[in-house]
């Protein structure tokens, strides 16, 4: 089986120039405190899943704030083996992510939801278009064996619907996950996962969301209160939708985010050149330069390289630096 762990080694002078790269893999067993926001090994730091054409998953490690360079953060750096049947101990279970039709998953990850081990799990819809729970094993990736179905409730969309899913921690104050989806034209919040089970299905709006984009459900303007951002996929605007609290949680308003009238101040214009064109995918991540301000992963359109956003409270920004020069236009799913 191809090692867990990766550990990227520089040298700094006293001026804070960096050396070249050392890298060693080796495995490692998890650490004894819970992963972070989208942390799925222990160090505290975002790391991305991407699911590749061939149907292999794999888990691309997330690099940390260099304290020597100020605004620094989210580089990303070897992507290695992320899921694995447990009978023979192979990787890359075949037709599992990806079917023999090319059908691909819908994966997202944020933090520990079951069984509560500290270690960062993957939600997925499976080609068979079933809902599952994939726990994480503490090493960067997840065993297929072990799954759960996830159940529903009543009035939730039927997964086979699902166009996005967008994992978002505890966003409501409950300290249960939620989870942000889209089925057709259709915004969606899943909110109180307990028991392999998400408690309620909030329709957030029905009619607009066949050419809209969730970004992030997150504080984006650091009041404390979890916001909404989003793009128009044709035109390319990104908005804020700065959410209300909540009653006696410490937790979004879902009905703030609901629609613009709802919310602080409307649609708030976040940023331009979003179109899907442009950009295939826009993945909001947590704070990584540290800067209060979540930041984002985003694939361009044109050399499918990955670019990093750290946004300010009023504007996504340029794109800071690239952070993988690869070519990822064939990527089936990012989360």
């Known amino acids: 089986m191809s090692p867990r762990f990766r550990v990227h080694v520089y040298a ?20 004894d405190r819970a992963d972070g926001p989208m942390d799925t090994g222990g160090d505290g730091i975002a ?17 940390p704030v260099n304290p020597a360079v100020p605004g620094t953060g989210g580089e ?19 037709n599992h992510w990806i079917d023999a039709a090319g059908t691909a998953s819908l994966i997202a990850h944020y933090n520990d939801t079951y069984p509560g081990d500290g270690s960062t799990d993957l939600f ?52 249960l996950p939620d989870l942000a989806l889209r089925a057709g034209t259709a915004f969606w919040m899943l909110s109180g996962y ?56 410490r937790g979004v308003d879902l009905e703030s985010i609901k629609v613009a009238v709802n919310s602080l101040n409307g649609d708030v214009p976040f940023g331009t050149t979003w179109t899907e064109a442009n950009i295939t995918s826009a993945i909001g991540i947590p704070d990584v330069n540290k800067d209060g301000v979540p930041d984002i992963w985003a694939r361009f359109g044109d050399t499918g390289n990955m670019k990093l956003y750290y946004p300010s ?23």
Request: glycine share 10%; charged share 20%; proline share 7%.
């Open 194 to 249: 307990t028991g392999a089970t998400f408690q309620t299905a909030t329709l957030m709006e029905g009619t607009a969301w066949a050419r809209r984009d969730i970004v992030n459900v997150a504080d984006m303007n650091k009041d404390g209160t979890p916001d909404l951002l989003w793009r128009n996929l044709d035109n390319g605007n990104m908005y804020v939708r700065h959410g209300k609290p909540g009653t006696g949680v």
């Open 76 to 94: 990303l750096y070897n992507c290695l083996a992320a899921s694995y049947v447990t009978k023979d101990k192979k990787i890359d279970p075949p």
């Open 313 to 335: 409270t009023d504007n996504t920004n340029a794109p800071v630096r690239t952070v993988l020069s690869v070519d990822w236009r064939g990527v089936r799913a990012l989360g």
């Open 12 to 31: 700094y002078d006293a001026h804070g120039n960096q050396s070249l790269r050392g890298s060693y893999a080796f495995y490692l067993p998890p650490r």
């Open 124 to 175: 997925a819809v499976t080609p068979d278009k079933r809902f599952w729970l994939y726990p994480g094993d503490g090493y960067g990736s997840f065993n297929v064996d072990e799954r759960i179905e996830v159940r529903l409730p009543a009035n939730a969309p039927a997964p086979s619907t699902w166009t996005q899913l967008k994992a978002v921690g505890d966003v409501t104050g409950d300290k």
């Open 47 to 63: 790391d991305l899943l991407v699911l590749h054409p061939d149907g292999k998953l794999r888990n691309c490690a997330g690099a």
